[in-house]
């Protein structure tokens, strides 16, 4: 899975990137002339990794990950080229989902690009951007069927889903708020189009707004959220990251302390699995102890050619073991006592937890 970092300028994103990556970039590094995107990798805690680890004892242990992109801020105006934000558009033409970094955080030494803490504001003025921009390819695609002397059966059906965006992005909506079927999603594919997106918003905010649990436009923004569908996590970036880098013992008295229980790259990678309709199936032996991201509704052959296309090819059947159901009575052996293990077919459903063994001919 690849999510890109969105928002204005000077919101956390970089802070952000850096948390759920271990990196250490430098924060404003782009208002000060940076012209790459930074990219990284995240690795999705599993406590189901965790502790299959400490049972097989493998050469390697490989946990899901997610890869990290962190652009710069857009601005109002950014789809028409003002700023530097869209010239880093492109980059995240290619993501999977867009995390929009809100700030909430108060803090007179960095200025908001707009001159007051307002995310709710915020939402607005860079789904604007996101609109801006898919309009202007719309319009030129329209314009091109359009005027095209050869027009197919295919364009004139693209055509009509094209201009349902149009209409939709003139009244605020952005695609992926359309409600679109899997067909009209379909014809839309080789646009990536920003606002078509799946999107999760992250509010950045500071150690007193999260103790007091409260920040400006919270009940708006929560409002507006549900009525979309869009899930929006509530963080402390900055108190995080500078947690992470105490040793254990204070880490954990801190975390209490402010009452965070969950870090940033639980609450966000759980979120991320949710909205996008994911799930992990779990491999356990020897050399490797592995967690393998699929979509929910995946069969046990599709599932196996994640592996190995071979393993996909040559399938037989699939022996499962419920994670739970391992966890519970702590061998795998007890777990076949039981006749809790079970061999499934190329149809079977994999479920999120399920720890498979695939039985292939070569
Ligand atoms: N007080 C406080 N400051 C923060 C917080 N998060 C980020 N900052 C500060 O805000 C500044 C900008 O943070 P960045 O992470 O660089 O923001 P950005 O969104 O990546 O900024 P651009 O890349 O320039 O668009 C830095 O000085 C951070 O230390 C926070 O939660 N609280
Ligand atoms: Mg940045």
């Not at 406590?47 to 990290?68: H, S």
């Amino acid at each position: 899975m690849k999510i890109g970092l969105i928002g204005l300028p000077t919101v956390g994103k970089t802070t952000l990137f850096n948390l759920l990556t271990g990196s250490d970039m430098e924060v404003t590094g782009f208002s000060q002339g940076k012209v790459e995107a930074n990219l990284g990798i995240a690795k999705i805690p599993d406590e189901r990794i965790d502790f299959l680890t400490k049972m097989y004892n493998p050469k390697k242990t490989t946990y899901a990950t997610i890869e990290v992109i962190d652009v710069p801020g857009l601005v109002r105006g950014s789809s028409t080229g003002k700023g530097v934000g869209n010239q880093f558009l492109d980059n995240i033409r290619k993501v999977d989902a867009l995390i929009h970094v809100l700030r909430a955080f108060e803090n007179d030494t960095v200025i908001h690009d707009e001159g007051s803490i307002d995310p709710m504001r915020d939402i607005e003025t860079v789904n604007l951007e996101l609109l801006f921009a898919d309009l202007a390819v719309i319009e030129n695609r329209i314009g091109r069927i359009q005027t095209s002397k050869k027009v197919t059966k295919e364009n004139l059906e693209e055509l009509e889903v094209l201009k349902k965006c149009k209409e939709g992005l003139e009244n605020g909506l952005l695609i992926h708020n359309l409600n679109l079927s899997d067909e009209e999603n379909e014809l839309l594919k080789t646009f990536s189009f920003l606002s078509e997106k799946p999107m999760i918003l992250v509010v950045n905010m500071d150690e007193k707004q999260f103790m007091e649990n409260d920040y400006p436009s919270k009940e708006d923004l929560l409002k507006f959220s549900k009525g979309l569908n869009t899930p929006v996590i509530e963080l402390c970036i900055k108190t995080e990251l500078e947690i992470n880098q105490l040793d254990f013992e204070d880490r954990k008295i801190f975390l209490e302390d402010l009452g965070i229980t969950e870090s940033g790259i639980d609450k966000l990678s759980t979120t991320a699995y949710d909205h996008l309709g994911l799930i992990s199936f779990l491999t356990a032996g020897q050399d490797e102890v592995r967690a393998w991201p699929i979509k929910k509704n995946t069969t046990a052959r599709k599932a196996a050619g994640k592996i190995h296309s071979d393993i996909e090819k040559g399938f037989i059947r699939a022996e499962v073991c419920k994670f739970r159901h391992l966890q519970e009575f702590g061998t795998m052996a007890k777990v076949k006592e039981k006749g809790l293990l079970t061999l499934e077919g190329k149809e079977y459903i994999v479920e999120d937890g399920d720890i498979i063994n695939f039985r292939f001919n070569v």
